[in-house]
């Protein structure tokens, strides 16, 4: 059976976004640069940890506010992911071509995730909401937190919910680019 894991990226004070999220802005304000090692700043490295994501994936889940921002803009009303993904939202929405909605628990929407990528991996792609519900719920095998060297300020935080427990990792791997520091971790325990 595949792993569940949450790949995110992050600034060095820990936005996964910038203020003013919009369809027109949809990583807010500078958001953008947080994804330059994926882009302008790529390297070998960073490529290989880009495809090993997608290597493997079955299916992705993601929020609703990630979705509506991007599929008409810089998703361009089709789907980026090679897999089916979950949007998990509290409203009935229409979607693209490749989405499924889930109004429904993020444990109703691991469950359908698993059963579509049936043996490989589910790939929890974000916002930072649906990250902490995930690590809320212990329900990560691994967390992949991608480190762009750049504060933002402000915005979306990843961490900035407290957790109701202290969670614990282990150190898998770490792989160090200018574009961004690549902490692959797992939960104590898993």
């Known amino acids: 059976m595949g792993k569940v894991f949450l790949s995110i990226t992050m600034s060095l004070d820990g936005y996964t976004a910038g203020p003013g999220i919009t369809k027109e802005n949809p990583m807010g304000l500078n958001g953008q640069l947080l994804h330059k090692w994926l882009f302008a700043n790529k390297q070998k490295e960073d490529q290989e940890v880009a495809y090993d994501m997608f290597n493997n994936c079955g299916a992705v889940i993601l929020g ?9 803009g810089v998703w361009e009303s089709q789907s980026p992911f090679p897999v089916p993904a979950m949007i998990l939202s509290s409203k009935k929405m229409d979607v693209a071509k490749g989405f499924i909605v889930v109004n429904d628990t993020v444990q109703a929407a691991l469950i359908l995730a698993k059963s579509i990528a049936k043996e490989k991996d589910v790939l929890v792609m974000g916002g930072a909401n649906v990250a902490q519900q995930f690590l809320e719920d212990d ?15 402000s915005g979306s935080r990843l961490f900035e919910k407290g957790c109701n427990r202290v969670l614990e990792f282990t150190r898998v791997k ?7 520091t690549h902490l692959f971790l797992k939960p104590m325990g898993k």
């Open 64 to 72: 609703s506010r990630t979705y509506t921002t991007a599929i008409d």
């Open 139 to 153: 329900l990560l095998d691994e967390v992949h937190i991608h480190i762009a060297p750049l504060l933002l300020g």
């Open 174 to 180: 770490v792989v160090e680019t200018s574009g961004a």
